[in-house]
T-cell receptor
Framework: SQTIHQWPATLVQPVGSPLSLECTVEGTSNPNLYWYRQAAGRGLQLLFYSVGIGQISSEVPQNLSASRPQDRQFILSSKKLLLSDSGFYLC?????????????FGSGTRLTVV | GNSVTQMEGPVTLSEEAFLTINCTYTATGYPSLFWYVQYPGEGLQLLLKATKADDKGSNKGFEATYRKETTSFHLEKGSVQVSDSAVYFCALKPYNFNKFYFGSGTKLNVKP
């Protein structure tokens, strides 16, 4: 069966420090991978998505970057965190261009920048 | 363009009350529609989905019908429980692109 792992679950980082959140998927190959952010009291905002190794599309300009070094690994990074980067970060995967299939989400990382 | 609009919350109900959370969408073509649920401190879980007009998705007592004529996908449950307290997200996936558009979420509080 397919599973998605996301870590850490909780992170408190000072302003200006670097960030690296990791997401891995098991039980499938060539998944589409996504990073979403949920700011406090707000909905989900798509940050990045990837359809293959080294292929990253950015949805909004921001202080973050993403990389996909392996087929089932998706990393969210920042060189210098801002207070506004605080939020709940969710990784998700989906099958290829099939219709009607939803995302499978990881359990999320709650990031607090202090 | 593609977008999803949900009723604002929070919605507060007593146990065993009837639930409706409204969701309307704008999309080109015929999207697939989804409801996701987020329990406190957790990620999102797929609750139900519908892939074409007049389809009814159902799961755990929740239902939603894909209404093309009103571009709606309202979530309903006949009798809510305290354990249903969560944030509910409506989402669409365009027919020709594997990307999802989420509504802003509706928080449901069920009181005993």
């Amino acid at each position: 069966s397919q599973t998605i792992h996301q870590w850490p679950a909780t992170l408190v980082q000072p302003v200006g420090s670097p960030l690296s959140l990791e997401c891995t998927v098991e039980g499938t190959s060539n998944p589409n991978l996504y990073w979403y952010r949920q700011a406090a009291g707000r909905g989900l905002q798509l940050l990045f998505y990837s359809v293959g190794i080294g292929q990253i599309s950015s949805e909004v300009p921001q202080n973050l970057s993403a990389s996909r070094p392996q087929d089932r690994q998706f990393i969210l990074s920042s060189k210098k965190l801002l207070l506004s980067d605080s939020g709940f970060y969710l990784c998700a995967w989906s099958v290829g261009p099939d219709l009607g299939y939803g995302y499978t989400f990881g359990s999320g990382t709650r990031l607090t920048v202090v | 363009g593609n977008s999803v609009t949900q009723m604002e919350g929070p919605v507060t109900l007593s146990e065993e009350a009837f639930l409706t959370i409204n969701c309307t969408y704008t999309a080109t073509g015929y999207p697939s529609l989804f409801w996701y649920v987020q329990y406190p401190g957790e990620g999102l879980q797929l609750l139900l989905k519908a892939t074409k007009a007049d389809d009814k998705g159902s799961n755990k007592g929740f239902e939603a019908t894909y209404r093309k004529e009103t571009t709606s996908f309202h979530l309903e449950k006949g009798s809510v429980q305290v354990s249903d307290s969560a944030v509910y997200f409506c989402a669409l996936k365009p027919y020709n692109f594997n990307k999802f558009y989420f509504g802003s979420g509706t928080k449901l509080n069920v009181k005993p």
